[in-house]
């Protein structure tokens, strides 16, 4: 079960034909793939991709309607292989992930796959994970494309255009017997839009029917000699295929400019459309409905270039820039051949007034056009004085000393654990472990536990790729004074760390210490199931414990410790896997519930049996003020949001004090953590009875009147002396 | 020639900027249904990603008139994220996302309402920083004068939360009210309606949002920052505490209020006669500074000590602590706290963890000291009782227990801790008593390194040996220029990091000593030892 439900938005997806859908850029393809007769669809959940994947976990029932098989992939490695239906078969299939990151895993089936080709449609839809908001290396997908020669769509992010590229994807694909990627950026991805529906169709022919009647023919399989033969199929008979397709249905787009700017052209890549339209408007030369005085070539399909569209374009023109975002400039470098064998003079720009790396923002392509502009038709940007002005102040107000003076006071804030979060405790052990055997070599991993390594906590060398935190200790396997310590996620454990990280470690007997991380789901992209979640899920089979499976790769020394929150034990266990005398590979399982998916479990059952008048008692953790001393040794083993500091309220205490607020979910961290490290009394846990009984009424008076009278009897010497 | 059509229409442009988790989203999503309710053309993005996670992000919407587009032939082509200089109104969940909106130059004069909920949310490296690392608020207010056409600020989350409601709503309200937008009020909330949510809720907190930007003034004051100090009261009931009273008044009027700050204190943790020394040791403060012409500076020592001379009196025990858990001003806090109801029982458990130093330094001095130095009771100790100890102070067993050990106050004068306590005071009273003479600035600063000596176990063991090094430096700067200046770099330097790194750095830097490397010579949270 994922983080977020999507009964709603399923809803769109059975929305009759000609209906206006208004939602998210990727829910718009989901509801695409449907209009197109997807036969199947499997991926890799990951920003910002996840929502399609949780959205047809969530429409099982349509999907069931409609003979459309979906699966929730191992990893995207598998989702690619999977796509091998489409090889024999015409079965138009789906699959995604994030990428560049999915796509360096899927690559060995994408390289076999675009090798041999495919009968039946096949799409990728990647989520470019790339600029502001991502979370990977800053790389492009482009270059998987290139070197495999599948086609790359970059269609303009609006979901009427989203929509016709994922169908246009599918026939493109069929046409040219090529896999075909689907490009769609962060924001694209989660863009607010609508479009026109089409009715949703069943698969032609049925993956049914191809178990009933397989085929096969050697010459589709990557072996020699057909393997030879496959690259000379790829230049000669797939390209022009496709070229030929691209250009009949005109998938890529011209827009003309005014007669007097006709000697000038920006060539794009179609999902920076919309931020290139706003620059020009911000210049004065387009407005707000992509009218724009610069004639435009608009490239929904990035990979390949069409020679023939691009000589078109530039024919009769003095100077044309292309915008294409991060490097290296393959486009570019790609243009400038085509002009050059051409014999064509315009001039080409791009890289040279725009930058070669970094997220082409508005402001950057404004700035880039302007400069553009300001060499070949300085003339260009005069006459948009006309033009309502709009443009931003000449002088940025980031300049203004006081908003300078910012930089000192505004305070970084990334990402990190939420509060309650179990991984948290279990990087306090680790810094606890620290302080007595002192600092270690430590292995990070993917996931969210990879706030490890920023403050408070400050924990991690490297991060080499999902499930590879064990892997990349694997050089540490010699004899030292000290071992490695490695962190792995569930998710990146069965995604591939069973066997890069558990069985290799076994297999080179390595003597270094492995966290496996254990919260019941793949966390970090949204909390989806995995083999070794908790829950009970109609259509996946879960509860495969991780303990069973590292065992059975080989692994002895296992501690499973089923609540992180036990801070003193895991820093013993921690230290124990440090020091022990046994060979071999060192496994702690630290399990716990991801928080954010527990609250969303458990509170609406806890206000259901409240109201219903059931004893019930809800835990949260505070903080004495007066006891608290100020020295936030407790947040230094924390970072919890909900564990912050406030004025003390005494005059004589000057730093503020250590406080707990409304958002605490009475994880027991604090408390653990104060006890473990020795910090201080200051912490208590409430515990708060709601429909107590009346054994509970009774003993409370009982006590209250006890205690009540002790504490007046001291209150009342406090107040005698009262100052 | 043809020549392109350029048609009207202007978006509005609307930058959200929240932190994960504090319902941008649903802000974002509310002002699209409520446009494309009223007949506008609404896009929204984001990159919220692994921000969702607790980090800063943006939201950022676009509106058109659908008339406009009708007019244009085509649907809009909007742009999907802000363009620093073209924002029309910037909306910041917290203090200082309002702070990142200007820095990245989404506030401009000419065009942007900036509107920013004055609550803070500190970010780990302030909160986590060993003295006090808030920033300061008011650079943003002062900044946001200069960078925003208009500036309405005020804390919108403390409205969410007394309608018992989320910061999405009283943002949403204040949006409203400040009438930066085309749509009137009924459409915000008939919006707030149809999602069918806690509906009620978010209608009063964003009532009391539309009403603050409704009434806000052109320029949002300062925040007050400052720490009130108490009044000096007019009379005392008690005829002894009255006589106390009196002395304070004795006092230059600049040290009254802390003076009576400390007199409160002191009763509150011993009782009156150890008020009474506290006095007696800051008159004799007052005759030194005195005499070093603190008259002139404001009396600076005098303020110093009866700050500082009270902290270190008050120090922490056993028996304090057992006397604040036990107090029924505390329970009555910690029911407040977790919003207990009146027919809802709450009982806390403590998390405590005795040591030996602690168990003996609460005895009588004797038999304090033999038995820390015997090995058999140390041993028994440690084994048997020196772990984490869950303190139910709600039940009788643990509430009288605790209330024995806060009784106890009345041998506090006689115990091992007060002996090592009062001869640490000492130690440090006579050396501020002799630098005074030579240099009044530099005993000042060396009454505030007092500061640094707080907490329990390794906490309070890390501060005294920082202060232990502090007073070190104070001996070997005496006599050297900008000695008080540099005393005070160091301080600061003593309290930036848990590690003790920036203090190394500057006492090698300014004193040429070597520095002492901590235990171990790595980073370590530092081994339980009590103060000597």
Known sequence: MAERSFAKEVEQLRLPAGSEFRGEGILAVTKALLQSGVGYVAGYQGSPISHLMDVLADAKEILDELGVHFEASASEATAAATLAASVMYPIRGAVTWKSTVGTNVASDALANLASGGVTGGALVIIGEDYGEGSSIMQERSHAFAMKSQMWLLDPRPNLESIVKAVEDGFELSEASNTPVMLEMRIRSCHVHGRFITRENCRPAFSLAEALENPRRDTNRIVLPPASFAHEHEKVRDRWPAAVQFIRERKLNEFFDGDDTHADLGLILQGGLYNGVVRALQLLGLADAFGNSRIPLYVMNVTYPVIDDEVLAFCKDKRAVLLLEEGQPDYIEQNLNTILRRAGVTTALCGKDVLPMAGEYTTQVMRDGIEAFLTTHAPRALESSAAVPAQAPAAVPITFHPKVRDLAAVVPPRPAGFCTGCPERPIFAAMKLAQADLGEHHISCDIGCHLFSILPPFNLGATTMGYGLGAASSSAFNVKSGKRSISVMGDGGFWHNGLTSGIANAVFNKNDGVIVIVDNFYSSATGGQDIPSSRADNPNRATKHPIEAAIRGAGVKWVRTIDRTYDVARLRDTLEEALTTSTDGPKVIIAQSECMLNKQRRVRPLFNKAVKAGERVVKERFGVDPDVCSGDHACIRLSGCPSLSVKDSGDPLKEDPVANVDNSCVGCGNCGEVAEAAVLCPSFYRADIIHNPTAADRIKARVRGAVIGWLQRRRAARLARHAL | ?532
């Open chain 2, 1 to 532: 020639m043809s020549q392109v059509t350029l048609h009207s229409g202007t978006p509005i442009k609307i930058a959200i900027l929240a932190m994960g988790g504090q319902g941008g989203g649903v802000l974002a999503d509310w002002i699209v249904e409520m446009a494309e309710a009223g007949g506008w053309w609404a896009q929204t993005t984001s990159v919220p990603g692994v921000a969702q996670r607790t980090g800063a992000t943006i939201y950022y919407v676009e509106l058109l008139p659908e008339a406009a587009a009708h007019a244009a032939g085509r649907p809009p082509v909007l742009a999907m994220m802000p363009t620093p200089g073209d924002v029309d109104l910037v909306v910041a969940a917290e203090l200082m996302e309002a702070g990142r909106a200007m820095q990245r130059g989404l506030v401009t004069p000419e065009r942007t309402t900036l509107i920013a909920s004055t609550h803070r949310s500190y970010a780990v490296a302030e909160k986590a920083a060993p003295g006090n690392g808030i920033a300061d608020p008011n650079k943003v207010l002062d900044a946001g004068r200069e960078a925003a056409r208009r500036l309405l600020c005020f804390d919108l989350q403390q409205m969410a939360e007394r309608a018992g409601s989320v910061i999405s709503a009283s943002l949403f309200g204040a949006i409203a009210g400040a009438g930066v937008l085309p749509f009137a009020r009924d459409a915000f909330e008939a919006t707030i309606r149809h999602g069918g949510v806690g509906v009620e809720a978010s209608l009063k907190a964003f009532a009391l949002g539309f009403d603050a930007a409704a009434q806000a003034p052109a320029a949002p004051a300062r925040i007050d920052t400052s720490r009130p100090l108490p009044d000096v009261p007019a009379s005392a009931a008690h005829p002894r505490v009255q006589v106390l009273l009196d002395t304070v008044k004795q006092f230059p009027q600049a040290t009254q209020p802390l003076l009576v700050a400390g007199v409160r204190r002191l009763i509150d943790y011993q009782d009156v006669a150890y008020a009474e020394d506290y006095l007696r040791t800051l008159q004799g403060f007052r005759t030194l500074d005195a005499q070093a012409g603190g008259d002139a500076r404001d009396w600076a020592l005098t303020q110093a000590a009866a700050r500082y001379v009270a902290v270190a009196m008050s120090y922490d025990d056993m028996i304090r602590v057992a006397d604040l858990k036990t107090r029924g001003s505390r329970f009555e806090r910690v029911r407040s706290e977790v919003g207990a109801k009146s027919d809802q029982l709450v009982y806390t458990t403590e998390f405590m963890h005795p040591r030996l130093e602690e168990i003996c330094g609460t005895l009588p001095l004797r038999l304090g000291r033999w038995l820390e130095n015997s090995k058999t009771f140390g041993g028994f100790i440690r084994r048997r009782v020196e772990h984490g100890r869950r303190v139910k102070t709600g039940t009788l067993t643990w509430f009288v227990g605790l209330y024995c050990i806060a009784g106890l106050r009345r041998i506090r004068r006689g115990t091992l801790r007060h002996a090592i306590e009062t001869a640490h005071i000492d130690d440090w009273l006579a050396r501020t008593t002799r630098i005074v003479a030579t240099d009044y600035a530099l005993a000042v600063e060396v009454l505030a390194c007092r500061r640094l000596i707080k907490g329990y176990s390794g906490t309070h063991d890390r501060g005294d040996r920082r202060f232990a090094r502090l007073m070190q430096a104070a001996d070997e700067l005496l006599g050297q220029p900008e000695a008080a200046a540099t005393l005070k770099s160091l301080r600061d330097a003593a309290l930036a990091d848990e590690e003790g790194k920036a203090l190394d750095a500057q006492l090698a830097q300014l004193l040429r000593a070597p520095a002492t490397p901590p235990a171990g010579g790595r980073a370590r949270i530092d081994t339980p030892r009590v103060a000597a």
